[in-house]
Every structure is written in structure tokens, then in C-alpha cells.
């Protein structure tokens, strides 16, 4: 077993862990780091998701590095080009040199005494590697890479045919002539459902609820003329806000005038899909209940109305040899099974967290300025936006953990945390939709409280303007270096009434 020290340990190497790392680089040079990647390429979900079709579901001037531009013509990415985005960034940036792979971080334990994480990963050959920290930045996202979700379907192990889940797809599934269904109607199931279509001889979507899906140009024409004209980096800040502006903006319509905005993004969908029955197009939720789903240039639409695909609403009664059977009496013989059913969430990367010998439980954690958690000295988890595109708010996040090591050192504070006792009134869960992937795991995800800076806003402008103007001492607990003999006491004492301003809450 090996040990080593970096001043910055950042988990995980896909989109949030390399934006993180060339912010560290650009606002706090001085600090030393290192990023865990426990399989054994950069990208994250861009190298991990390979089904037909992946792509992005928010538009790339919003998802890119607001440092970097996007040059690439579509406006919704494949996921070639996104991983290949990201790791273009890492090399040119030299960030590629401090990722280590085949790392799995298993567990991380503070120490107050030292003001220090020791974190240990598991290696592919079984040893396991120890590197002390003096800040632990968590960008690994917040699903399980190890397994998706999948329901108990009754009669599934009589299914004769091939089940597959998109975040593993096998590389030699052919599904050229024949008949597949996919279950679900997300983000993945509209992807599939068009790419599959093109060879299968019929893809059908089965579906529970539809899912409010809006249209959106593949390419930006304006965009692309503009980088004929204007330097990139211009155009990429001029563009990203354009986005930000549509998507935030429809988000608080939709918010503040759901009837209206059911009607419209009901009445496009009918415009685009007129055969199709009512049923299979109307939600019973309000929209941004559960995500809205976009599709670029209508290509869902487009093999329906060309007899290619079909969409169907009902429930599954079981799994039959030849495929499934449904509570309305149909049929869908199906070749091959597509579980589009969703992700496993997770919390803190699955690992084992401890501060001062005491285990941590995530559910009782409380989110602080959506990134730190009540209690937990110098450690940030990344987290982007449910209803805009990730990197909004990761850039946000990888900007004040820069600022926050700054802080520490100007002012001699050797670690810092959220008071553990700040968050008051009713408890609510940290991500604010109903989707059942959510809603399955709620008991064991952080919470969120019910004022600032224990609230998550899903508006990046009230964010931003908050980032600009944010006071670091806000509600944190600061110890300098000087204190630190004897200083593992802080953590406990700190928490002994933790649930004194929580005013009728529990965080069990």
C-alpha cells in the first residue's frame, strides 16, 4: 500500500472532474492535485454510455466549458464528440498528466487533528493505494456507474429474447431486422427509439407516461455563421447566454403558467406526431415536474410518422417467452428488450465517509450553497442543474471551491465547514423532481433546508449573481492552523446539538 499528498483530491475524471481541475489551475495555481478515475479512461458518462444514439439532452453551448468553446456545428452533440470535447480539454490544459486510473475510492475519513482526508481506492489488481488531502472535491456525479435500474418485471427470466440496459450496452448486439421494444420514455428511450429504428425492423416505446418533449434545431445557424466572423470565444459567451436566457426562462414560465405551458408543449407535439392518439402524448404531471426532454430536429417524430416506430401507453402484466404482455390484454413481441428504465442514484460517490471516527450518513447532511454539506470539513460535491445543463452550475461550484482555497489561505484557516447546526425549518430532498429514479432514493440522499444558503435554486442567474457576491464566512465554521492541537474535538462539539434551530425537523 502507497500514500502520498496532494493538497487537492478531485474524484472522478468525465466532465465535472476535468472542469474542476483547469479552474483549480487557473484561480488557485499554487496548489498541488490529483484526479481518481476509477475506470481507465477520462469522459464519465460520455465513455461509459455507448447505446445507439447517445447524445447530449441540453444544448453544448450551455454544456461545454464556458472557458473553451464549442466549435462543432451541432448544437446537440453526439457522444463521440462530447468525450472527445472533453478530452481535447484535459490534454491541452495538461490536466491529462494528474489523472490516475483504475482507481475506485472506497472510503475517506477526516481527521481534525491534522486537518486531513485519508482517502483509499481499490486498484484493479485488488491492492489499494492511500493519498492524504487537505480539501476532497467529489466530482463522480450522483449515479451508480456499477448498475442501472432495472424493476422486478414478473416472468423476465422466462423472456426468451436478449434484455439489455443502455448504461451496458454490449458491443455485439445486432439488432438489424428485428423486433425491439424499449421500456421507458426518458431521455434515453427518445434517443434509441430513432437511432434503433434505422436498421431494427420495428422499435416500439413502451411507456407508463408519456414525457413532455420539445423540438429543438440540431444546429444553430447563427451560431455557425457567427464563427465565421467573430473570434470563438466571443460567440461561445454570446451563444451560451442565449441558452442560458431560453432555458432558464422557459423553466420559470413553465413554473409560474403551468396550463399554459402544457397547452403549448402539447400542442407542438401533436403538430408534430398527428396520428398519434392523445393518450400517448399527455403526462399526468405538470411540466418540470419530472425533466423535459428535447429532440434534436424532431427525429423522434419523424419515425413515427414514417411507420418505423410506434409509441404505446400501458403496463406491463409480465414477461412471456416471446415478449411482453400487457394489462390492456395486447401483445409486443419483441426480439430484443431494451430497459431504458432509468439510473441507480447514489450519494458521495458510494463512498464510505467518516470525520473524526464517526460514519457519516448522507441523509443527515445538509446541503450548503448546493456544493458543501453540514458539518464536513473541506469537502465539495459537484452537482449541476436538473432543469438547465450541467455545467452551468458545475462551473459555478468549480469556481468557489478555487475562491474557498484562497480563502483559507489569507486568512490561516487550516479547514473549514458548513455549521452543522444552520439549516432550520422543514426538511426538503435535494433534488426537486418526481421522477420515480429520484423518488426511490430520497431516503438516502443529502437534504436541503428551507433558506438560504441551505436551499438549491434551480436558476442560474439568481445563482450566479449570488457567486459573484457570496460572503465565504457566511454561516461556516473556521479553524485556523494555530488551533490545530487538540482541535478533533471541534467536530463533535459542534454537532452535540446539531438539531437545536431545526425547528419541527428531522433529518432521519
Known sequence: MSTDHVDVLIVGAGLSGIGAAYRLQEMSPGKTYAVLEQREQMGGTWDLFRYPGVRSDSDMYTLSYPFRPWTNEKAIADGDDIRQYIVDTAREAGIAERIRYGRRVESASWASDDALWTVTSRLGDGSTETITTSFLYLCSGYYSYD??????????????????????????????????????????AITLLPSMARDAAKVTMLQRSPTYI?????????????????????????????YAVMTVGFYVFCRTFPRLARRILLGLAQRQAPELDAKHLTPYYKPWDQRLCVVPGGDLWRVV???????????????????????????????????????????LGQIDVSVDGRSIDPHELYTYKGLMFSGLP????????????????????????????????????????P???????????????????????????PLQGSRRPWTIRQNWFLDAWDARTTDLDEEMIWVRRSELPGSGQVWQREHQNVTRSRVGSSPS
Open 147 to 188: 448498475e442501472g435500474y432495472t424493476p422486478p418485471f414478473p416472468g423476465i427470466d422466462d423472456y426468451e429474447g436478449r434484455v439489455v440496459h443502455p448504461q451496458f450496452w454490449p458491443e455485439d448486439l445486432d439488432y438489424a431486422g428485428k423486433n425491439v421494444v424499449i421500456i421507458g420514455s426518458g431521455a434515453t
Open 305 to 347: 410518422r414514417d411507420g418505423k416506430a410506434d409509441i404505446v401507453t400501458d403496463h406491463i402484466e409480465e414477461f412471456t417467452p416471446k415478449g411482453i404482455a400487457l394489462k390492456s390484454g395486447e401483445h409486443l413481441d419483441a426480439d430484443i428488450v431494451v430497459t431504458a428504465t432509468g439510473l441507480q442514484l447514489v450519494a
Open 378 to 417: 473541506n469537502l465539495a460535491w459537484c452537482v449541476g442543474y436538473t432543469n438547465a445543463s450541467w455545467t452551468l452550475r458545475a462551473d459555478l461550484t468549480w469556481k468557489y471551491v478555487a475562491r474557498y482555497l484562497n480563502h483559507l489561505d489569507e486568512h490561516g484557516y487550516a479547514y473549514g465547514m
Open 214 to 242: 420539445l423540438s429543438q434545431p440540431g444546429k444553430d445557424p447563427v451560431a455557425n455563421v457567427a464563427r465565421r466572423l467573430l473570434p470563438q470565444q466571443l460567440v461561445h459567451k454570446a451563444t451560451r447566454l442565449r
Open 419 to 445: 455549521d452543522p447546526a444552520g439549516a432550520s425549518g422543514d426538511p426538503a430532498p435535494i433534488l426537486d423532481l418526481e421522477s420515480n429514479y429520484i423518488k426511490r432514493v430520497e431516503d438516502r440522499l
